[in-house]
């Protein structure tokens, strides 16, 4: 399989990537790999749960449910999300607003995230998802970052790319996601993750949706890509909430606008307990 250097065409930010382009690296990894090798992160344990439910949880939005890992620990999650309805997508634009939190401890994380997901009606052996966004675990500060997102599906080649609004960041390839030769559905929002017996992380900003600019976190002027790989604002009847919390823990406000840019906030303190084992 040949790398792909670029994609087949430009994002309407005509961003390009140089093939000495070097990636970020993760805090506190070194750039000292041997020549010819690249560097790649450690599973964490929570990761692996996730990955195991995800067809669960792409497919069973109504209700709580826990995680069990191998030690017998309960894990759960708790979402506050856009639900797009079913169609066929290329692509997904926005830019997020993004936050270091405090308060996230060892075995908790949070994250702002946009799913890509395939064949919502197939079986769940077979389902392929992709995500992005912005992932914080078990840190002590807190900080801002502003940063667009671009995913598109290259029409001539057919791998996803990833893109901010300056550089080309790299693609999934399609042959890791032969059920995602276009997407069903895509999710976007935030997700936090906790032991079952612990008060849940913070979410976005840790600020409730309602706080509005300044406070909440935000995905804004969020737009799809259709078959002609043209961004396009969805219209009402497109996307639904779904909040599997109390609205005092995690909220996401995301009227769909006649016109104009469509904004989506969301986040909250967290703090929710969820006592029962599933």
Same mark, same amino acid.
């Given at each position: 399989?040949?790398?792909?250097?670029?994609?087949?065409?430009?994002?309407?930010?005509? @961003?390009?990537?140089?093939?000495?382009?070097?990636?970020?690296?993760?805090?506190?990894?070194?750039?000292?790999?041997?020549?010819?090798?690249?560097?790649?992160?450690?599973?964490?344990?929570?990761?692996?749960?996730?990955?195991?439910?995800?067809?669960?949880?792409?497919?069973?939005?109504? =209700?709580?449910?826990?995680?069990?890992?191998?030690?017998?620990?309960?894990? @759960?999650?708790?979402?506050?999300?856009?639900?797009?309805?079913?169609?066929?997508?290329?692509?997904?634009?926005?830019?997020?607003?993004?936050?270091?939190?405090?308060?996230?401890?060892?075995? &908790?994380?949070?994250? =702002?995230?946009?799913?890509?997901?395939?064949? @919502?009606?197939?079986?769940?052996?077979?389902?392929?998802?992709?995500?992005?966004?912005?992932?914080?675990?078990?840190?002590?500060?807190? =900080?801002?970052?502003?940063?667009?997102?671009?995913?598109?599906?290259?029409? /001539?080649?057919?791998?996803?790319?990833?893109?901010?609004?300056? /550089?080309?960041?790299?693609?999934?390839?399609?042959?890791?996601?032969?059920?995602?030769?276009?997407?069903?559905?895509?999710?976007?929002?935030?997700?936090?993750?906790?032991?079952?017996?612990?008060?849940?992380?913070?979410?976005?900003?840790?600020?409730?949706?309602?706080?509005?600019?300044?406070?909440?976190?935000?995905?804004?002027?969020?737009?799809?890509?259709?078959?002609? &790989?043209?961004?396009?604002?969805?219209?009402?009847?497109?996307?639904?909430? @779904?909040?599997?919390?109390?609205?005092?823990?995690? &909220?996401?406000?995301?009227?769909?606008?006649?016109?104009?840019?469509?904004?989506?906030?969301?986040?909250?303190?967290?703090?929710?307990?969820?006592?029962?084992?599933?």
């Amino acid at each position: 399989m040949c790398l792909q250097i670029r994609p087949s065409f430009l994002t309407k930010s005509n @961003v390009t990537m140089d093939e000495n382009f070097k990636p970020p690296l993760d805090p506190g990894f070194n750039d000292t790999c041997p020549l010819g090798t690249v560097i790649i992160r450690r599973t964490r344990k929570e990761e692996l749960i996730m990955a195991k439910e995800l067809p669960k949880y792409f497919r069973n939005y109504g =209700s709580r449910y826990g995680v069990l890992d191998s030690s017998g620990n309960n894990y @759960v999650m708790q979402y506050a999300i856009m639900q797009s309805q079913k169609a066929k997508f290329h692509g997904f634009e926005s830019s997020i607003t993004t936050w270091a939190l405090p308060n996230v401890g060892p075995d &908790q994380s949070t994250a =702002s995230q946009v799913w890509m997901i395939g064949d @919502v009606d197939g079986p769940d052996e077979n389902l392929n998802v992709i995500q992005t966004g912005w992932h914080v675990s078990y840190l002590d500060i807190h =900080s801002y970052m502003h940063a667009c997102i671009y995913i598109f599906h290259d029409p /001539e080649l057919g791998h996803w790319w990833l893109s901010t609004a300056d /550089e080309n960041l790299g693609y999934w390839p399609k042959e890791v996601l032969p059920s995602l030769d276009v997407a069903k559905a895509i999710d976007f929002g935030g997700v936090v993750y906790s032991p079952n017996n612990e008060g849940s992380p913070p979410m976005g900003s840790g600020y409730l949706a309602e706080e509005g600019i300044g406070k909440s976190s935000y995905f804004k002027s969020v737009t799809f890509r259709g078959d002609d &790989q043209r961004a396009f604002t969805p219209g009402k009847d497109w996307a639904r909430v @779904v909040l599997n919390a109390p609205e005092k823990y995690y &909220q996401i406000i995301a009227p769909i606008p006649d016109g104009g840019p469509w904004n989506v906030a969301y986040g909250g303190p967290g703090g929710l307990f969820n006592s029962s084992a599933v």
